[in-house]
């Protein structure tokens, strides 16, 4: 039985890590990699994943998703075939089930190998 994902996020290619980051992070924690999304970026860090989604005509009001490693029970990823030009993550968490739908310009196994990284290794 599929269940609808609780988020979806898209993620387009690798950027510079956003120098505004610095304040939403806690001590000891850092900016490791960052994806441009439809209208902001999602930054990998030390301890979580912190998207963050412009809203409205302005873009100025931010909506901040953040999403600690230590509540990710499992993930999937695929990667784009011949005919099936998309490629995801899909993340299993205390939450609920979120989707990560990734541009051309993402690479699945370097986001696959982030969230490894987070999940199994960082602490």
Known sequence: METAPIAAWTLQNEIPI????????VQGETAVAAFKTFRDSAVFTTKRL???DA?????????IYSLPYSTINMWSSENAGKLDF????????RAGHIKIKLGKGA?????????????????
């Open 55 to 63: 809203q409205g005509i302005s873009g100025k009001k931010v909506e």
């Open 86 to 93: 998309n490629s995801e993550i899909e993340l299993w968490t």
């Open 50 to 52: 912190i998207v963050r």
């Open 107 to 123: 690479d699945v196994r370097r986001l696959d190998s982030l969230i490894g990284w987070a999940v199994l290794l960082s602490s």
């Open 18 to 25: 956003p120098e505004d980051i610095g304040p939403l992070l």
